[in-house]
Structure formats: structure tokens, C-alpha cells
T-cell receptor, first 116, second 113 residues
Framework: AQSVTQLGSHVSVSEGALVLLRCNYS??????LFWYVQYPNQGLQLLLK??????LVKGINGFEAEFKKSETSFHLTKPSAHMSDAAEYFC??????????????FGQGTTLQVKP | EAGVTQSPTHLIKTRGQQATLRCSPI?????VYWYQQALGLGLQFLLW???????NRGNFPPRFSGRQFPNYSSELNVNALELEDSALYLC????????????FGPGTRLTVT
């Protein structure tokens, strides 16, 4: 079964510092990978996705992620944190398996705190 | 372009009652998904509807059910509410099929007392 592990439930950075949120997955087939952001009392907003092709994926708000098959990782980065980046971030993998299930499997989430 | 909409925003029910949550997908999207986000349990897949049919359901009891209407909007029904059903229920939509990204609505906060 596919699974997603996000290392670190809380990450704290200073404004202007590099943001690195870690995500590792397990999958028997090449997965589709996603990062979503959730602001307080809101739904999830898609930041970026990896399906096929270029392994470095650029998303909205200056975020990017790199798919590394050998490391089964899909870490999210942003060169310079902004106060407005404070939110909860979820990594997700599509459950492709042997048949389409429609299901996204989410990690437990990482809360990003940005200090002034 | 309007995003996924959900109603109501908040819903307060008593244990044993029934709750009905509604979702309207992005125009052109035919797949609708329901997820439960409960405190401490993360995001759990509930149901997937496509072209009016239930395609898959997660590991939830039968009192969680729903349907998709001809206009692709969807309804989630939770019968015989239990305290642990208190959660944020998120609806998402996508183009038909499962390999497209899912776009989420703002959610319905269900509180069971």
C-alpha cells in the first residue's frame, strides 16, 4: 500500500530564510505527487504537482519541489520565507495501484511557522 | 472561474441525528471526492463519485453515504451521528478520471454534541 511520511510536524523559520519541508513516499509504481497548503479554517489549495517529465516542479507562491525516485522523496522548498507562508502543508500521493481508486493519500501535515 | 463550493460552512448536530453536506464542483469537473479531516486523524478519503456513480469508498461505516446529481454536484449524508464524526469535511473535484489533480472546497465543519 502506498503511504506518505512528512518529517517534522512543526517547522519554524525566520522571515527571509529557506523553507524546506520534507516528504517521503512509498509506492510500488511511479506515483503522482502533490503538495497542498491549508490556511486556518480553510480548505486545501494545490501548490504544485508532479506527474511525469521534469523532476523539478515549480508551483505557486514561489514554491518548488523535486521528485527524487532513488530517494523516494518529494521535498518542498522556497528560497525566502514570507510571513504569509505560515500555514499547514500536506504532501499527497495518488493511489494508482492496479486500478484507479480516486484516492489521494496524505501525509500527516507540517505546520510552518514564520518568525519575524 | 468559480472554485469548489460547499454548504453549510458550519453544522451543529446532536448525537443520533442525520447530517447532510453539499458540494458543487468546478464547472467542467465530473468527479467529486469527499474527505474527512478529524483532529489527530489527518485527512481520510471517504467517497469518490464520477458521472453519477459511486466509484470507490474509504474505510468508513455504511452510515456515511452520498450521491452525485446529474449536474455533478454531490451530497454527503451521515446517519446516526456519533461524537467522533465531528470533523472538517472537505469536498474536492477533478476532471473525469483519477489522475488529475483534485481541487478542494473550503469545507463544512460538523460538530456533534
Amino acid at each position: 500500500a502506498q503511504s506518505v511520511t512528512q518529517l517534522g510536524s512543526h517547522v519554524s523559520v525566520s522571515e527571509g530564510a529557506l523553507v524546506l519541508l520534507r516528504c517521503n513516499y512509498s509506492s510500488s509504481v511511479p506515483p503522482y505527487l502533490f503538495w497542498y497548503v491549508q490556511y486556518p479554517n480553510q480548505g486545501l489549495q494545490l501548490l504544485l504537482k508532479y506527474t511525469t517529465g521534469a523532476t523539478l516542479v515549480k508551483g505557486i507562491n514561489g514554491f518548488e519541489a523535486e521528485f527524487k525516485k532513488s530517494e523516494t522523496s518529494f521535498h518542498l522548498t522556497k528560497p525566502s520565507a514570507h510571513m504569509s507562508d505560515a500555514a499547514e502543508y500536506f504532501c499527497a500521493v495518488s493511489d494508482k495501484g492496479s486500478s484507479n481508486t480516486g484516492k489521494l493519500i496524505f501525509g500527516q501535515g507540517t505546520t510552518l511557522q514564520v518568525k519575524p | 472561474e468559480a472554485g469548489v463550493t460547499q454548504s453549510p460552512t458550519h453544522l451543529i448536530k446532536t448525537r443520533g441525528q442525520q447530517a447532510t453536506l453539499r458540494c458543487s464542483p468546478i464547472s467542467g469537473h465530473t468527479s467529486v471526492y469527499w474527505y474527512q479531516q478529524a483532529l489527530g486523524l489527518g485527512l481520510q478519503f471517504l467517497l469518490w463519485y464520477d458521472e453519477g456513480e459511486e466509484r470507490n469508498r474509504g474505510n468508513f461505516p455504511p452510515r456515511f453515504s452520498g450521491r452525485q446529481f446529474p449536474n455533478y454536484s454531490s451530497e454527503l449524508n451521515v446517519n446516526a451521528l456519533e461524537l467522533e464524526d465531528s470533523a472538517l469535511y472537505l469536498c474536492a473535484s477533478s476532471l473525469t478520471g483519477t489522475l488529475y489533480e483534485q481541487y478542494f472546497g473550503p469545507g463544512t465543519r460538523l460538530t456533534v454534541t
